[in-house]
């Protein structure tokens, strides 16, 4: 069967343009050097001002106690009455209902902080699963310093050496309050999760190993 002359015509310009290649035009692009700049600033501060940038509602700690009235203060605050957590660690001191479809807010805690993105990175490995930070209208998540990194890249890292063999089925970075602006361009928060996002960030001291 011939060949058209339409087809060879492109094939023979495909074979002239391999025979002459031309350079790459940003040689440099090609490697592991991260096209984003080193931290500047503590991760603390770097993560609230992107946190904060993306509606986040951002507290520090100065301790586990500190963070115990805090929160404490800020569910008095609001109009919620049930509060759903399944974490051992707070469990006794916050939550009052054991239907997370009816909960008013939902607390977590969660396995890093991105501070360059202000994302919060959670797991399927966590007590809270896959559905407690997404279900709840409001997400309220404490976290340690200690768990801060500053980018993507180093998060993923440590989740691999943390589950080696044994990845959990469900990594996500929550990035802010859930939000779309599909229709007609206007923003809408809390469309696929929760309205309103709360971190309470604890200090700690890093743990040596």
């Known amino acids: 069967m011939g060949v058209s002359p339409a087809k060879e015509n492109i094939l023979k310009k495909i074979r002239q343009a391999l025979s002459h290649p031309v350079p790459l035009p940003f040689a440099q692009s090609e490697g592991t050097t991260s096209v984003y700049k080193p ?29 115990l009235v805090q929160v404490t203060q800020l569910i008095a605050e609001k109009p919620w009455t049930k509060i759903y957590c399944k974490e051992d660690k707070w469990n006794s001191q916050f939550s009052n209902t054991i239907n997370l479809e009816s909960s008013d807010a939902a607390i977590t805690g969660c396995e890093y902080l991105v501070a360059r993105t202000g994302s919060i990175v959670m797991s399927a490995a966590q007590q809270s699963g896959r559905t407690v930070s997404v279900y709840a209208p409001v997400h309220i998540c404490i976290a340690y310093v200690d768990q801060l990194v500053y980018d993507i890249k180093e998060t993923l890292q440590l989740l691999k050496e943390k589950y080696a063999g044994n990845i959990p089925s469900l990594i996500t970075f929550a990035t802010g309050p859930s939000r779309t602006a599909d229709i007609e361009k206007t923003l809408v928060v809390g469309v696929h999760g929760p309205k309103e996002v709360y971190l309470f960030l604890v200090d700690r001291p890093v743990n040596k190993q």
């Open 39 to 67: 931290a500047a600033d503590e991760l603390e501060v770097i993560f609230a001002e992107e946190f904060s940038k993306l509606q986040g509602k951002f507290a520090f700690c100065m301790d586990e106690k500190d963070m």
